[in-house]
């Protein structure tokens, strides 16, 4: 995985869950970042076996061994046809890496794709050398050194008359303002810039002090790239120590150079976007960094000094004797509720008490008149029943001498005395018979 | 004080730089590490301007004296749209 890969990662979870989308958007992130810029792509050609009349191209590309990967030429079919293209054919394909996201797979995305040995765009002499140093492994990706993320000094092989300088030195300033540029001029166009531009080549990469050499020129006639499918030049450019971009011409421009460099640029002015790619986003991020820091201490600071300020604002601290004062007026209150409570209570226990009273001398009065009619009862039944009531109405009654009352003439045999109680005195009598 | 920054590596400060700012926006960390966080965070950003603009926005020649030897001299920028 690439540093950046590493980095994106890094910053995720390793908790989170993710969707297959966020994978697939993630793989296309990588691979743009890691891949950013167009190659060259050698391999055999192998044909789906049902072509079908979509305009669009959709092949395999194969190697030795046996490794594969998609390729998609979009309104390429027609070209395949004429080309006369079959499956086994070693072609070149010109383009991009990028995820195919419905299925998280890798796919070329190819601008062109050509023959290996075809003439019309690599002539016989051109094709020769590319095969001779394929053959011996220089075009390998393998081979290709990486491009520093943060270059500080740029060399240059160009023709301070070439436009490509001049398009190359405006774009890397304008989005990073400070480099170095080291110019080791030449001719760029005609037999004759060969010699120059290999020894400005080896100059600038025995100088040593680049962090990478960008060779470079503007568009022109195929004679006037000529110069940059020499295979010596191609050689020393492949021997460089120092990461070497080449960048010459137009889109559809190939040179035998492009092949061997470490990284080919379609032009003068994407060259200076790769080069100051990592620059620009980091001075992106630092400009963000800083303001997003100086921002959240400014809130933190303003969050902390408003609670301060609330804290202090607090009455009992701007006015500390209101406190005492407050507790004064509510021991006044207390007081005063209490002194005034007290006879308020005492009226209640004495009406209460007076209430209590009441009752218990009610009921007396009225057990006293009860039991007064009862003994009025008692006295008149009592009166009823006194034997000398009987005898005031004229009824008598007669004792024996032991003062038993006689009740039937047995107990008064003739002769036997009595004594006869009246309503008034008493008679001794005698039983005749 | 803050770590000495000086020995970090362009990414490293970067990334340092990039924890600082989430801890400080996450706004959770008490006021005195909060200071010290922003005053190291600071540092990394000057630290990591200066590795970036360590250079000087110049264009040298570089010329072959003899065999051995090279040497720069500087020269003008082009002008950037001549017509």
């Known amino acids: 995985m690439s540093d950046l890969a590493v980095q994106l ?79 086994g054919d070693r072609v070149f394909a010109y383009g991009h890496l990028d995820i195919y996201s419905p299925r998280c797979t890798l796919q070329f995305m190819a601008q062109k794709i050509q023959r ?37 000094r740029i060399g240059i092989v160009t023709s301070p008359d070439a436009a490509g300088y001049r398009d190359f030195l405006h774009t890397c300033l304008s989005r990073f303002p400070r480099l170095t540029f080291v110019l080791a001029p030449s001719k760029v166009q005609g037999n004759a810039a060969v010699p120059e531009l290999i020894q400005a080549v080896k100059m600038l990469d025995e100088y ?58 379609i032009t003068p002015t994407i060259a200076a976007e790769i080069v100051t790619h990592n620059l620009f ?34 009455q009992h601290l701007t006015h500390p004797l209101q406190l005492v004062a407050d507790r004064k007026t509510r021991l006044a209150n207390d007081e005063l509720r209490l002194y005034s409570a007290l006879p308020h209570r005492a009226e ?86 | 004080m803050p770590e000495n920054t000086s020995n970090l590596t362009f990414d490293d400060a970067l990334q340092q730089l990039e924890g600082i700012v989430q801890q400080l926006e996450s706004g959770k960390l008490p006021l005195e590490e909060s200071m010290k966080a922003f005053e190291r965070g600071v540092q990394l950003g000057k630290l990591c301007n200066e590795k970036l603009t360590n250079a000087e926005k110049k264009i040298e020649l570089l010329t072959r004296q003899s065999d051995e030897e090279v040497s720069t001299q500087e020269i003008p920028f082009p002008v950037n749209n001549p017509n």
Not at chain 1, 281 to 309: D, F, K, P, V
């Open chain 1, 281 to 314: 986003l980091a001075t992106q991020a630092l400009e963000s960094y800083a303001c997003r820091i100086a921002n959240a201490m400014q809130w933190l600071r303003q969050n902390r000094r408003l609670r301060l300020e609330k804290a202090l604002s607090a």
């Open chain 1, 348 to 433: 209640i226990l004495r009406s209460t008490l007076d209430i209590l009273w009441q009752r218990l001398l009610d009921r007396q009065t009225s057990d006293l008149e009860h039991a007064s009619a009862q003994l009025k009862t008692l006295q008149t039944a009592l009166r009823t029943l006194d034997p000398k009531g009987v005898l005031k109405r004229g009824y008598s009654i007669l004792l024996d001498e032991q003062q038993h009352a006689i009740r039937q003439p047995a107990e008064a045999p003739a002769g036997t005395k009595l004594t006869a109680l009246l309503g008034r005195g008493k008679l001794k009598v005698t039983v005749d018979e």
């Open chain 1, 116 to 152: 290996a040995d075809g003439e019309e765009t690599l002539t016989e002499l051109m094709r020769r050398s590319l095969a001779k140093l394929a053959a011996e492994g220089l075009t390998d990706p393998s081979r290709k050194k990486p491009i520093p993320p943060f270059p500080q």
């Open chain 1, 9 to 87: 990662f890094a910053k995720h979870d390793p908790r989170t869950v993710w969707t297959v989308t966020e994978v697939a958007n993630y793989l296309t992130q990588v691979v743009h970042a890691d891949f950013p810029n167009y190659f060259w792509l050698c391999g055999e050609l192998v044909l789906n076996e049902k072509q079908s009349n979509n305009p669009h191209f959709y092949a395999t590309l194969r190697d030795e061994t046996g490794s594969t990967i998609p390729v998609v030429w979009f309104n390429g079919t027609a070209r395949i046809r004429q080309m006369d293209l079959k499956s």
């Open chain 1, 208 to 265: 040593g002090k680049c962090d990478l050499i960008v060779v470079t020129r503007g568009g022109g006639s195929i004679t006037d790239l000529w110069c940059f499918n020499d295979e010596s030049l191609a050689r020393t450019i492949a021997a460089a120590k120092t990461p070497i971009i080449t960048a010459i011409g137009h889109e559809r421009d190939t040179t035998l150079v492009d092949y061997v460099s470490a990284l080919n640029a």
